[in-house]
């Protein structure tokens, strides 16, 4: 798929975000009428280290339909999965390198350095020795920085060998960084993730990547969604996001971008009401349910108003709320009757024919 700058034809659509087609019944209130998707938030990151390829892979066995990594580039160029801008709360660094520059950016290290590293458990609900119960990680050094293009490995040997089809979020995070943006569309090429059935939303707080990351996929033949993050907002009683470099309208999102991801605290019934008018999923950042309980009372009401997908540490719960509310197929007993009844005035109509 082309993205929206360059787009022919919207019905040509056949990503993640696609529409019902007409006349097809809508399951789900959603804007495709399927079911809303749980996005692994940085991994599985409630219970073991965040944005590691065993956290990701955890969260794969969880349910998890996306993958959701940070993606940052280090300073020769390589680019790695790690939310904060600094190597300090999620990593050993302090306790093996000399601050750099007062303190220990990403970018003032190099993929080797950073490999050197291991990720420790920050989720409320993980171990100190970062395990989960029952899960051994199919890899070594599950819990290193992984690159981009590892975590792609891992989403193709997971889905090949479970058949399932998990797509990937990754988020170019702040600040702008044009390099940045291309080189992520550069790895999606390289490792063959440019098909709509590969399921790729590029996300960004900063509306000029979302833009620079929609050029650079045309430039490159890569399909791909894209979804504008930020904080729900109006000016002028418009529906807008504000996103790190500033204030964008829904209206403007919407000739760039496929969605929005949007913090759930401002989520209201009339926004979602507003994106979909528009064309545009939301989805809603970041659920931290601590128990399942607690995840139906945060995730309920918004699913209830049309919620297309979310961003949660915890998919288990994510995944549990998401499938009760599957519509429950017609029992077998009830179906048969109907069925029988449909044959029956087939039969009718092509007897009245013959006559
Ligand atoms: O990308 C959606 C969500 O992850 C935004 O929050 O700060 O965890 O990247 P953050
Ligand atoms: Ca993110």
New binding site residues.
């Given amino acids: 798929m082309m993205s929206k700058l360059t787009l022919v034809s919207a019905t040509l659509m056949a990503t993640a975000f696609s529409a019902p087609m007409a006349g097809a019944a809508s399951l789900y209130n959603t804007l495709s009428g399927e079911a809303p998707v749980v996005v692994a938030?940085?991994g599985a990151s409630g219970y073991l280290p965040e944005e590691t390829l065993g956290g990701y892979e955890l969260a794969m066995q969880m349910g998890a339909d996306y993958i959701?990594p940070?993606i940052q580039m280090t300073a020769d160029g390589a680019l790695v999965a790690m939310?904060d801008s600094t190597l300090s709360r999620t990593t050993n660094v302090a306790a093996i390198f000399e601050a750099r520059n007062g303190g220990y950016k990403v970018s003032d290290f190099t993929l080797a350095e950073i490999k050197s590293l291991t990720v420790v458990p920050t989720g409320a609900l993980s171990s100190p020795d970062s395990t989960y119960p029952g899960f051994t990680p199919s890899m070594t050094d599950a819990y290193k920085v992984p690159t981009l293009g590892e975590v792609l490995d891992l989403l193709t040997e997971y889905n090949t060998t479970n058949g399932t089809e998990i797509g990937i979020y990754p988020?170019s995070k702040t600040p702008y960084n044009s390099a940045q943006n291309q080189a992520i569309v550069a790895t999606l090429k390289d490792k063959g993730y440019d098909e709509p059935s590969d399921k790729v939303i590029l996300?960004s707080f900063v509306f000029n990547s979302i833009i620079e990351m929609a050029e650079a996929s045309d430039e490159q033949g890569v399909s791909a969604s894209f979804a504008q993050?930020g904080s729900v907002y109006t000016v002028d009683g418009e529906y807008g996001v504000y996103g790190s470099d500033g204030f964008n309208t829904l209206t403007d999102i919407a000739g760039v971008a496929d969605g929005v991801?949007v913090s759930s605290g401002g989520i209201t019934e009339a926004f979602i009401t507003a994106a979909h008018d528009l064309g545009l999923i939301v989805h809603a950042?970041?659920f931290r349910p601590l128990s399942e309980a607690a995840a139906f009372d945060m995730i309920q009401p918004m699913l209830d108003w049309g919620l297309d997908g979310f961003?949660t540490d915890y998919t288990d719960f994510g995944r549990l709320v998401v499938d009760a509310n599957a519509p429950a197929p017609v029992p077998l007993p009830a179906a048969l009757p109907l069925l029988m009844a449909g044959l029956g005035g087939l039969v009718m109509v092509r007897r009245r024919k013959a006559a």
């Fill in positions: 938030h940085r959701e940070d939310h988020e996300q993050l991801g950042y970041t961003f």
